[in-house]
C-alpha cells in the first residue's frame, strides 16, 4: 500500500504522551490498492460523520500531519500528536479493515486502549498468567495523572477496547468482564461512547455550526477522494519516512 499523507483538522495536544514499546520493524514493498485507499477513506468517513474531526490531503506548510503507510509489520500508531511527520502504518492486507483503522486513527488522536483506564479493574479482571510472554505490557493501567476518561463510563464495546482473549498463549481469556452479560471490544467502528470522548476531548476547538453544518462539509468528503484518487492512484509520490516510534 502506498503512502497516503493527510493532516488532521481540529488537532490539539490533549493527551499524555508515552515512549511506546519498541518493535522490530520488517520493511516490504507492498503494491497500493485503490480498494484499500478506499476503505481508508471510509474510516474518515466515519469521523466525519460522527465528530468534529475532519482529515484533509496534506499542505505545504502544515507542520504536523499523519502519514498513513502499509510497508512494516503490524496494526500501529503513536498515541496523540507528534511534532512534524508520523507514521501510522497498516500492514495489508490484514491492518486494512475499517475497524481497524478507525481503532489507529483514535490513538492518533490521542486515545489509548480502554482497558488501560485507570478505572478497568471495576469493569475488568486481567489474566496476567494467560497473556503472551513479552506482551504483558498491552495491559498497562495508567494514572488518572495520565490519563482521563472525560467523566464517561468504562466502555466494554470501544473501538478501542481488546477482546478477552487478545494475545492469549494458551487459548485461555486474557480478559474477562466483570458483567457476566457483557461482551469486550469490536472492531466495526466508534462506539457511542467513543464519539463522546472524543468530541469531548476536542470540544474548545469544535463549535456547533463546526460540528453539524451538512452545508459546510456535505461534499468535504468528496473532495478528499476526488484529490487521493487523481494524486495517488495514478502515480508514484516519494514520502519521507516519519517517525518510527510505535503503539501496539
Not at 6 to 29: D, G, T, Y
Not at 85 to 102: A, E, K, Y
Not at 131 to 140: E, M, Q, S, T, V
Not at 225 to 230: A, D, G, M, S, T
Amino acid at each position: 500500500m502506498q503512502a497516503l499523507t493527510c493532516a488532521i483538522h481540529a488537532q490539539r495536544e490533549r493527551s499524555s504522551q508515552f515512549q511506546p514499546h519498541a518493535r522490530s520493524l520488517q520493511q516490504r514493498h507492498v503494491q497500493p490498492y485503490q480498494t484499500q485507499m478506499m476503505t481508508i477513506l471510509e474510516a474518515f468517513k466515519e469521523y466525519h460523520d460522527k465528530t468534529c474531526i475532519r482529515f484533509r490531503p496534506y499542505e505545504k506548510g502544515d507542520t504536523n500531519w499523519i502519514i498513513i503507510k502499509g510497508n512494516y509489520t503490524g496494526c500501529w500508531s503513536s498515541v496523540g500528536r507528534r511534532q512534524g511527520g508520523q507514521v501510522l502504518n497498516l500492514n495489508t492486507p490484514r491492518c486494512v479493515s475499517h475497524g481497524i483503522i478507525v481503532h489507529e486513527l483514535l490513538h492518533a488522536l490521542g486515545f489509548y486502549h480502554q482497558q488501560s483506564s485507570t478505572e478497568r479493574d471495576e469493569y475488568v479482571k486481567i489474566n496476567w498468567e494467560n497473556i503472551l510472554d513479552g506482551h504483558a505490557h498491552n495491559f498497562n493501567k495508567y494514572a488518572r495523572t495520565h490519563i482521563t476518561n472525560f467523566g464517561i463510563e468504562y466502555d466494554y464495546l470501544s473501538v478501542m477496547h481488546y477482546s478477552s482473549k487478545a494475545f492469549t498463549k494458551n487459548g485461555k481469556p486474557t480478559i474477562e468482564p466483570l458483567d457476566p452479560y457483557a461482551s469486550l471490544g469490536q472492531r466495526r467502528g466508534l462506539s457511542k461512547k467513543d464519539i463522546s470522548k472524543l468530541n469531548e476531548m476536542y470540544q474548545d476547538d469544535c463549535n456547533v455550526d463546526y460540528l453539524f453544518s451538512f452545508d459546510r462539509f456535505g461534499s468535504y468528503l468528496d473532495e478528499i477522494l476526488e484529490y487521493f484518487q487523481n494524486s495517488l492512484f495514478s502515480r508514484n509520490r516519494p514520502y519521507d519516512e516519519g517517525t518510527k516510534n510505535v503503539k501496539n
